[in-house]
């Protein structure tokens, strides 16, 4: 794992009360600082137009850009060099209780590309797969137990992915492909240090404070191999490693106070941020005439590997000499475990090409997927609410191959609309006195994206 620092700090003077306020108010920020998503857009979403349109099943003959995250392996399976740019909008319709939750739209820019080199006739291809949401780079939000919170599409999307992939053709019906996916955790410290006046603080205070990042660079592999046994047959199988990312901040204060006193605390919280799970994917094609095409897929991710997300604190508070009392124990948190459970999710996804002519080629897509969710109903303090989901998806590809000599490949236009429900869930607390209560959570999830995609021969 390679180490990138960048720290950034400042420092500054603060002679009275009110700069003194702002740095225990810069503090009380960084207490209050939230976990970050959950996992990257794709793992939620999938990647690529055609894919979603698929359902997602599309491990055993993928052949366009989408190979950087559903099989690298597929990239050698390219014609020619491809660049894609797609847009993709979901709107959650979610509630607890009858009433709309907070979860916000989800839009992201998509960018593909895929590169294949022929020498002799083994055939070499590079991809890149980039997703960059449009709203921010990077969303954060507390774990707060109190407080249900949509888990899986709260702030699970709002992050930058990116993969870079090579495969190789090295005989007519294998292809094999491996690469990795980046991600970046941070650690965050504040220092406050100075004198506290209390008789006369904005005349007789003097605090500084400083704050430092740091951000460590970590990688996660992904790799597969894609079989053509038959011409009506091909298999897949994919596998994504895990990642885990930590944040640990760290919040220190050494002031003296009234000069006959010195007042330290220090608070150093660890949570992790964002977390993958490993999984692998078998799939089949099959193209029992040569205009239909349908692909069936199966998908294990290992959930029950996941972390607490409740964020472990250590809060330590003295003063020396201790001229008042001060509390032995002032709190702190413990991690929560969560109770995952690894998950089984079926594909099914349907292409039908309903035109095909020397100018332009129609093709008419449909998927299905079931995902259960590895959640378990809250029962204690923890609320991180989900619920069972059916997404079905509808699309289309219109290519037009008859473009030379302006473009010696073809351009093709691929779109989908899709729609995810989330089952109903009842969730029922243990105790009686729970802050929150008993609750029932579900809804709905309504998306559609477009994608240009440009081929060169």
Not at 65 to 87: D, K, R
Not at 136 to 141: E, S
């Amino acid at each position: 794992m390679t180490k990138n620092t960048h720290p950034t700090a400042s420092s500054r003077t603060l002679p009275g009360s009110i700069r003194a306020s702002a740095s225990l108010a810069a503090l009380a920020t960084l207490l209050l600082a939230p976990s970050l998503a959950h996992a990257t857009p794709p793992d939620t979403y999938g990647f690529g137009a055609r894919a979603r349109a698929l359902g997602g099943a599309v491990t055993a003959d993928v052949s366009d850009s989408s190979a950087s995250y559903h099989n690298p392996a597929g990239l050698a399976a390219s014609e020619g060099i491809q660049l894609s740019v797609g847009y993709v909008d979901l709107h959650p319709f979610l509630e607890i209780d009858g009433e709309r939750s907070s979860v916000e739209r989800f839009g992201t820019l998509e960018v593909g590309m895929v590169a294949p080199v022929k020498v002799g006739n083994v055939i070499t291809a590079f991809g890149l797969g980039l997703m960059l949401p449009d709203q921010r780079l990077a969303r954060t939000r507390s774990t707060i137990v109190t407080r249900p919170r949509w888990e899986m599409y709260d702030t699970r999307s709002q992050r930058i992915f990116l993969a870079a992939n090579l495969a190789i053709r090295p005989v007519e019906w294998l292809t094999i492909g491996a690469g990795i996916a980046f991600q970046a955790p941070s650690e965050l410290t504040l220092d406050i240090r100075g004198d506290l006046a209390l008789d006369d603080p904005e005349a007789n205070s003097r605090l500084e404070h400083q704050f430092k990042g740091d951000l460590t660079s970590i990688r996660y592999p992904a790799a597969g191999f894609q079989i053509e046994a038959t011409d009506w047959l091909s298999f897949g199988l994919s596998y994504r490693g895990e990642y885990t990312l930590a944040n640990r901040i760290v919040a220190l204060a050494d002031v003296r106070v009234m000069r006959i006193a010195t007042l330290e605390f220090l608070l150093d919280t660890f949570s992790t941020s964002l977390f993958g799970p490993q999984q692998a994917s078998l799939s089949f094609a099959f193209r029992p005439i040569p205009d239909l095409r349908i692909g069936l897929e199966v998908t294990w991710y290992d959930w029950s590997a996941h972390p607490s997300l409740i964020p472990t604190e250590e809060i330590v508070l003295g003063l020396d000499p201790p001229i008042v009392e001060v509390p032995g124990n002032i709190g702190g948190r413990s991690a929560i475990p969560l109770g995952l459970h690894d998950t089984f999710v079926p594909r099914i996804g349907v292409e039908y090409t309903a035109v095909r002519t020397n100018a332009v080629e129609l093709d008419l897509r449909v998927g299905y997927y079931y995902e259960n969710s590895p959640f378990p109903v809250q029962r204690g303090v923890a609320n991180f609410v989900d619920g069972d989901e059916h997404t079905t998806s509808i699309g289309f590809g219109l290519r037009l191959t008859d473009l030379e000599p302006t473009l010696p490949g073809h351009l093709q236009i691929n779109g989908y609309l899709l729609w995810s429900r989330i089952v109903e869930r009842t969730h029922v607390k243990d105790s009686l006195v729970d802050a929150v209560g008993d609750y029932t959570a579900g809804g709905d999830l309504l998306g559609l994206g477009l994608q240009l995609e440009v081929a060169f021969r």
